[in-house]
């Protein structure tokens, strides 16, 4: 089993800044691609960002610039530093990982979800 843990959530003002965490607990034998994902009110879940075993990173259009996703393979954790942050970033963030297991098997794994309010 592998679990995904989220943190670093909350409410701050358009134009701040947040870094959220996803650190994952349990018996694997590597981690491979990360992904954040978000879910607004009434919205569909969206990729905000994704970053491979190899550290190529992608972003949705709606963060370049203002996004940046990164891992620290030791510490098996994935940040997500949100800057210059606005109303519309409002959301439950989640981390999502694919790992592979010591039987060779390949698993998808989800946080709980952290909450992020933009708002003055």
């Known amino acids: 089993q592998v679990q995904l843990v989220e943190s670093g959530g909350g409410l701050v003002q358009p134009g701040g800044s947040l870094r959220l965490s996803c650190a994952a607990f349990g018996s694997f034998f590597s981690v491979n691609a990360m992904r954040w994902y978000r879910q607004a009110p009434g919205k569909e879940r969206e990729l905000v960002a994704a970053i491979t075993s190899g550290d190529n990173t992608n972003y949705a259009d709606s963060v370049k610039g203002r996004f940046t996703i990164s891992r620290d393979n030791a510490k098996s954790t994935v940040y997500l530093q949100m800057n210059s942050l606005k109303p519309e970033d409002t959301a439950v963030y989640y981390c999502?990982?694919?790992?592979?297991?010591?039987?060779?098997?390949?698993?998808?794994?989800w946080g709980q979800g952290t909450l992020v309010t933009v708002s003055s």
């Open positions: 999502n990982g694919r790992f592979t297991l010591w039987s060779s098997s390949v698993l998808d794994a």
